[in-house]
């Protein structure tokens, strides 16, 4: 199994500032993807994040809201920007590993 | 792009007794099938998954079934015990990258 370590695990942040989320995992993969989860919702894939090359998003979620770095193999970041209320979730990090996903703990934020 | 439907979103049981989550999913060329159980402040664990070329698949308590043809698949529980309350999400994937997610069934399993 993959191991992801994921922090913050929780944040209480003032509407207009920012907020990155790290992601660490055990071993080298290629892609990593980053979710939301709003209270009580399933989870939206936001997007997908590979080494060497911009992220990819979903739809309904854009860059300059969501910027995603994958400085190497193992790490990637997403900041959660100009936050405002409707931004309160919790943010996951996955990763695949013999076609299993495999997730962080989650980070929950709370904008207010 | 793929559609998963969940029922039910709220599932009460009494211990022992069997729990049974279905999913349907709406791209025929969708192939893999894990199911994940979140306990509360912790990521989605996976618990037992399933691919088209088999109908079902059992790990002790835990049971999966697909039906291809008809497009969905079922998440079987049986002698349930209190640690199993936890928050129940199906998936499907075409593909080794993307999942597309229902939205969940809280499962309580009360003593």
């Known amino acids: 199994s993959a191991v992801i370590s994921q922090k913050p695990s929780r944040d209480i942040c003032q509407r207009g500032t920012s907020l990155t989320i790290q992601c660490q995992v055990d071993?080298?993969?290629?892609?990593m993807f980053w979710y939301r989860q709003q209270p009580g919702q399933s989870l939206t894939l936001i997007a997908t994040a590979n080494q060497g090359s911009e992220a990819t998003y979903e739809s309904g979620f854009v860059i300059d809201k969501f910027p995603i770095s994958r400085p190497n193999l193992t790490f990637s970041t997403l900041t959660v920007s100009n936050m405002s209320p409707e931004d309160s979730s919790i943010y996951l990090c996955?990763?695949?590993?013999?076609?299993?996903?495999?997730f962080g703990q989650g980070t929950r934020l709370t904008v207010v | 792009g793929e559609n998963v439907e969940q029922h039910p979103s709220t599932l009460s049981v009494q211990e022992g007794d069997s729990a049974v989550i279905k999913c349907t999913y709406s791209d025929s060329a969708s192939n893999y099938f894990p199911w994940y159980k979140q306990e509360l402040g912790k990521g989605p664990q996976l618990i037992i998954d399933?691919?088209?070329?088999?109908g079902e698949k059992k790990d002790q308590r835990i049971a999966v079934t697909l039906n291809k043809t008809a497009k969905h698949f079922s998440l079987h529980i049986t002698e349930t015990q209190p640690e199993d309350s936890a928050v129940y999400f199906c998936?499907?994937?075409?593909?080794?990258?993307?999942?597309?997610f229902g939205k969940g069934t809280m499962l309580l399993v009360s003593p």
């Open positions: 399933i691919r088209s070329n088999v």
């Open positions: 071993s080298q993969v290629t892609m």
């Open positions: 998936a499907a994937s075409n593909r080794y990258s993307t999942l597309t």
């Open positions: 996955s990763t695949h590993r013999a076609g299993e996903a495999f």
